[in-house]
Each structure stands twice: as C-alpha cells, then as structure tokens.
C-alpha cells in the first residue's frame, strides 16, 4: 500500500526523486480522508516553492486540504488532467494522480523526508 | 469581558468528555476502517462506508439506512404531560393526536432557538421527544431546570410557572424497561426491507403509514416504534425506534433485508440537497437564525394562548428581512466546490452567505442565508469563494465579505425552490 521507493511528509504527501526532479503527490491515507475529489488547484509552472510552502489546494465536497511541497524548487510541470478529472487522484495517487515536478534546487531539505517504513510507523500512531 | 446573555437566556455549559461509540459502533468497526469514524456529538460515528456519493445514491435510488442512536430520545409522560410540552415547545402539542409526530422548537424566554425536535404522542399522557445528539445534554438540563422552577418562563411575567411532568431519558437502560434509540432506513424501497422482516398484516399496516404517523410492531421479532419521518428528503422514510439491546440485531437484519449502510457524509448530503436545516447551520447558530427565517414559521403557533418564547417570536415573525433559501450551482468535477461562509453576490453586492453545502450528482447545492427580497427562486445569484489556504490570501483573495459590501463572484448559481422531495 505505501511504496518503498518514495518518501514522504507527516502531512502526507509523497516525493518521488528522480536526479534533480521530484514528482509530488498525495498519499492514499490523504485521498482516504478527504473522500471523492471533486477540485484540485495546481500550482503555476515556473513557481518556485520552499519546503513545506503551500503548492496546491485539493478539494472534496467535505472538504479542503492545502498541499504542502516535500522539497524546495522551482515548478516544471503541473498535472494538468487532474482539472477536468480530480478522481484520479481517488483512484491512482501514487501514479496517474501525481500533482506536480519540481526541479530540485536544494538537496539538503530532502533529509526532513521520511521514508515509506518510518512512514507506515507514523500512520499507526495517528 | 465577555457579553452578557440576554435576559431569559437558558445558560448551559456542557460537561467535557472523551468521545464514546455509538451503540452501533462494534457494528461499524465490521462494515469500514477506523480511519472513516470520527467524532460527532461525543460519539464515534462513520462518515462513510464506501463513499458519500455511493451512500448518497442509494438512499435516493433505492434504501439506505443510518445508525441515528446517537440521537436523543425523551419520554414526558403524566397528567401533566400534555401542557407542559404544549407551553415547552413551539408546535401545538394539544392538537397532537395518539400515533402523529409533529415538528417543533424549544426555545428559551429570551426566544434563543435551544433545539428543533419531533415529538410523537405514543398514548394521552405519553409523549417521545426526540432531541439533536449535539442538544441532548442541554435539554435535558433545560426541561430539568424548567421541572424544578428554576428556568424563567415568561419575562413579562416572572412568576409565571408550569406544572412538572416527569421526563426520562429512554435511551438509558437504567431509566425503565421500555428504552429506545433510533435507526433510519430512508429510500424509496424501504418500505420492501422493512416488509422482507414483518408479517403480512404489519406489512400492510406499513404501507399505509402516513408521513408524520408511526405504530409500534414486531421486526424480525424486535419490538419497534416504527415512524414515516426521516432527514433526507425521501418521499418514502423510516425510523425504527428499537431497544438499545436489539438495535446491533435489527442493524444486520436490515442488512440482510437490503438496506446499505450510509454515514454521517451522507446524511448531511442527502438532508442539504432537500433543504433540510441542521441546528447550528440553519437554525440559531453563528447568524441566529430564528424558525421565521429558515421556512418554519408554520412550528410557531403565535396564536397560542402562551409557550416559552412568544413574545420574541411575535416581534421577529413581523421585523426578518433575511431568509434561508437553496441555491443549485454546477457540481461537475473540475468546478471548485463552494462552502460554508462564501459570499452571495447579487449585483455586484454581497447580499448573505452559504451555510451548508453539498454535491449531489452532477450538481451542488448549498443552503444560503439572505436577503429576503432577492432570495426568489428562479433568481440568479453569484458565488465568492473566500480563500482557502495562505497563498490565495496573499494573492488577494478574501477570508471574509460583509453585507453589502462590492465584490465580484466567481460562480453562478440559481436560487430554487425551499425543499425538495425525491
């Protein structure tokens, strides 16, 4: 259910790093909470965005929840399906309902990440 | 220096308390993950089992059922019983036949809204009150302290006073033999379910349930108070007033029976798309809301010769210039859904606010509160979404909008009609 590959934030989200890009998205505990999606808004390209700095903002009918960024850098690319389909979130969030890439501009804030067993541990305390 | 209460102002200040399970909560715990139970009222309670919209569908398309043992249940009963609630709530209980139920308020002397209630004349001198689980602990108290003397009734007359009737708390197994908490099973085939768990004659007898009436029979050989009332806006609804000892049984039987579990998300859709008000939202609450406003002034008898409350009630009956009324906007996926406290816009002028919203299919609809004159169904009105997170407030969006302030709305809505039966 959490994939060991990625790493993660204690306010859900999940970081992908792949060289000096990381893919973002939210995790299935946070889809969970949050119910059917119903609208996600995407940061703009070319933003650029500290550690923990509000990325987007996605939306069930219930309620709404800030993204936080796991990493510092500028925004590449946003998901831009997710405007018309904010579902694949609910249904692939750790694929097809990735949110945004960031380039990485400082490697060093990624050791505040946790990683996905620290990750299991932490969803059981909560 | 906090304000000072309105003279006749009930004062309650609850105890504070860890949340509890619900009756039914070992019942949930087999049915979805811990991570859908929060808490609601002191009480854990399921949001939701599969999802909002697949409960929320189901209710309408065929029958869904709600674990509502959280509500609170009251018996008044005795010679007194019949004035005391008739001069205690809204509503004229003395017109209140055995096997009716009737929509009410309790209101203090100063005219505050203390909760919406239905009350059910299960023989002359025995009435079931069933109260809001998050207004429980305070109606108590206040029906209590009303008993004992020692709430003021008529601020004309402070001397004025009521002949006590006893009240028993009958979800409290300690309280007498005959206990009760409540289950609904709303939904246009309900009537089917609840028919696969009786014999023919009860059977029939349910079929011919009147809205508003209710009898009490054997299901699945659990003995039930069995009422057409509801909070979903179905034209066809149950509620099973059962035994807390029986009520897990009866639970899984209407399981079996074809009725599919649905959570407090749904509940909340379902009772938002037919307009219904929910206490704190749109009654009383941060705008105090009064019965007048939310489309219930026809629970207010003004022409009672008295109950709790009149006199406030007469002044605002002639003098409310806002009201509650529904909104539909598009609930396609992709279109930011609206909340609570977003502004209306009319003309470029913010003219009330969402209280209460939900998605229903392809379409929102919200539960505003504004101004009268502009609140006519078939009216278009727009929609300003405050801001929902810091970086929208520091690009300018606002976190709050006042009355008649100038602004542009985001999304366009039509004002349509109060309720709306499926």
């Known amino acids: 259910m959490i994939p060991k590959e990625l790493l993660y934030t204690k306010d859900h989200e999940w970081a992908k790093i792949e060289g000096d890009i990381a893919v973002i998205g939210i995790t299935d505990h946070a889809q969970n909470q949050l119910g059917e999606l119903t609208f996600v808004e995407l940061p703009d390209v070319g933003k650029e965005i500290k550690q923990k700095g509000e990325l987007a903002v996605v939306e069930s009918s219930k309620a709404a929840s800030d993204v936080y960024s796991p990493v510092t850098g500028k925004v590449i690319e946003a998901n831009a399906k997710l405007e018309k389909n904010p579902e694949i979130v609910n249904d692939d969030c750790y694929g097809a309902g990735w949110i945004c890439k960031i380039q990485i501009t400082d490697k060093g804030v990624l050791q505040n990440l946790i990683d996905a067993t620290q990750y299991e541990i932490y969803l059981k305390g909560l | ?422």
């Open chain 2, 1 to 422: 220096m906090a304000e000072k209460p309105k003279e006749g102002t009930f004062v309650f200040e609850p105890a504070t308390s860890s949340p509890v399970g619900s009756v039914l909560y070992n019942e949930h715990l087999k049915l979805t993950d811990k991570s859908h139970i929060a808490e609601f009222a002191g009480y854990l309670m399921p949001l939701w089992y599969s999802s909002i919209a697949e409960e929320h569908s189901a209710v309408r398309q065929r029958a869904g059922m709600f674990d509502c043992t959280h509500m609170g249940a009251l018996e008044v009963a005795g010679p007194n019983a019949e004035s005391f609630l008739d001069a205690v709530t809204t509503n004229n209980v003395r017109a209140l036949q055995v096997g009716s139920a009737q929509y009410s308020y309790l209101l203090d002397a100063a005219g505050n809204i203390l909760d919406d209630i239905i009350i059910y004349r299960r023989e002359k001198e025995k009435f079931m009150v069933v109260v809001n689980a998050s207004n429980e602990p305070k109606a108590k108290a206040y029906l209590a302290a009303l008993n004992a003397g020692k709430a003021i009734i008529d601020l004309a007359k402070p001397d004025r006073r009521i002949k006590a009737a006893p009240v028993r708390d009958m979800r409290n197994t300690k309280s007498g033999p005959d206990c009760r908490v409540d289950i609904a099973v709303q939904g246009p085939s309900s009537p089917d379910v609840l028919c696969k768990l009786a014999d023919t004659s009860v059977g029939q007898q349910l079929k011919n349930l009147k809205s508003f009436t209710f009898c009490q029979a054997k299901l699945a050989s659990i003995d039930c108070i069995i009422s057409r009332t509801g909070y979903t806006g179905a034209k066809v609804c149950f509620e099973l007033f059962v035994h807390p000892k029986d009520a897990a049984k009866l639970w899984q039987k209407l399981i079996d029976a074809g009725a599919l579990p649905c959570g407090l998300g749904a509940r909340d859709s379902l009772r938002v798309e037919a307009g219904l008000p929910l206490y704190g939202h749109e009654l009383a609450g941060p705008y105090n809301i009064s019965p007048f406003e939310a489309g219930y002034g026809w629970a207010v008898k003004l022409d009672k010769e008295f109950f709790i409350g009149k006199s406030a009630m007469d002044k605002i009956s002639k003098t409310y210039k806002m009201k509650v009324a529904r909104l539909e906007l598009s609930g396609e996926k992709g279109v930011r859904p609206v909340r609570q406290n977003d502004a209306i816009i009319c003309d470029g002028i913010c003219v009330g606010w969402i209280l209460s919203s939900a998605t229903a299919g392809t379409r929102q609809i919200a539960i505003v509160y504004m101004d009268k004159d502009v609140a006519t169904e078939g009216n278009s009105v727009d929609v300003y979404y405050l801001a929902r997170s810091e970086s929208q407030v520091s690009k300018g969006r606002k976190q709050a909008v006042k009355k008649s302030e100038q602004i542009n709305g985001d999304i366009t809505g039509k004002v349509v009609s109060r309720f709306e039966k499926f």
